[in-house]
């Protein structure tokens, strides 16, 4: 079946540092990727997604790239901020499984002044 | 105006109790599903229904039972309420079932079985 692994958490970084947050994923059909924000006490909201090989997703100054032959799909930022603070998760969802979504567990990112 | 739209915010309720959830989306997808996420922020899907049929029903306690009168709303009755049962329960919709399109989440009904 489908999964997801991500970088475990906490992260912890300085303001400006830059971020990384690993993704790899198992999939039987051609998965569309995801990366999804969730702030406290709020929803998760989408952040970024790509829908093919090599596509880049890009917001708010993070990006990730979908690498079919690692299968990957890490999240980066060159230059976090306090306001980035927040847990992420990365996703995919496979048309031949209903179009289910399959979440990793999860990484807390906290960011210091 | 709320995309998605979940009530009540916060359930604080006895065990061997029942309790409902109610969800409504304005986006007219066509999808809705309900997650729960635990206390150490792991989401898991339960079910998720496509047009009013239930499409996707994970192996979740025959205590919770789903229902959608239309597209636009999915409820989540819970029977017989366990402490295992306290969870944030998340409501998402995505435009249609069998594509991988984004989701819609709303913000969240914290349960709280005492």
Not at chain 1, 84 to 106: E, I
Not at chain 2, 29 to 46: A, E, G
Not at chain 2, 51 to 77: G, Q
Not at chain 2, 82 to 92: I, P, R, W
Request: proline share 4%.
């Amino acid at each position: 079946g489908d999964s997801v692994t991500q970088m475990e958490g906490p992260v912890t970084l300085s303001e400006e540092a830059f971020l990384t947050i690993n993704c790899t994923y198992t999939a039987t059909g051609y998965p569309s990727l995801f990366w999804y924000v969730q702030y406290p006490g709020e929803g998760l909201q989408l952040l970024l997604k790509a829908t093919k090989a090599d596509d880049k997703g890009s917001n708010k100054g993070f990006e990730a790239t979908y690498r079919k032959e690692t299968t990957s799909f890490h999240l980066e930022k060159g230059s976090v901020q306090v306001s980035d603070s927040a847990v992420y998760f990365c996703a995919l969802s496979d048309r031949t499984n209903a179009g289910k979504s399959t979440f990793g567990d999860g990484t807390t990112l906290t960011v210091k002044p | 105006d709320t995309a998605v739209s979940q009530t009540p915010k916060y359930l604080v309720t006895q065990m061997g109790n029942d309790k409902s959830i109610k969800c409504e989306q304005n986006l007219g997808h066509d999808t809705m599903y309900w997650y729960k996420q635990d206390s150490k922020k792991f989401l898991k899907i339960m079910f998720s229904y496509n047009n009013k049929e239930l499409i996707i029903n994970e192996t979740v306690p025959n205590r919770f039972s789903p229902k959608s009168p239309d597209k636009a709303h999915l409820n989540l009755h819970i029977n017989s309420l366990e402490l295992g049962d306290s969870a944030v329960y998340f409501c998402a919709s995505s435009q249609k079932a069998w594509v991988t399109g984004e989701l819609f989440f709303g913000e969240g009904s914290r349960l709280t079985v005492l």
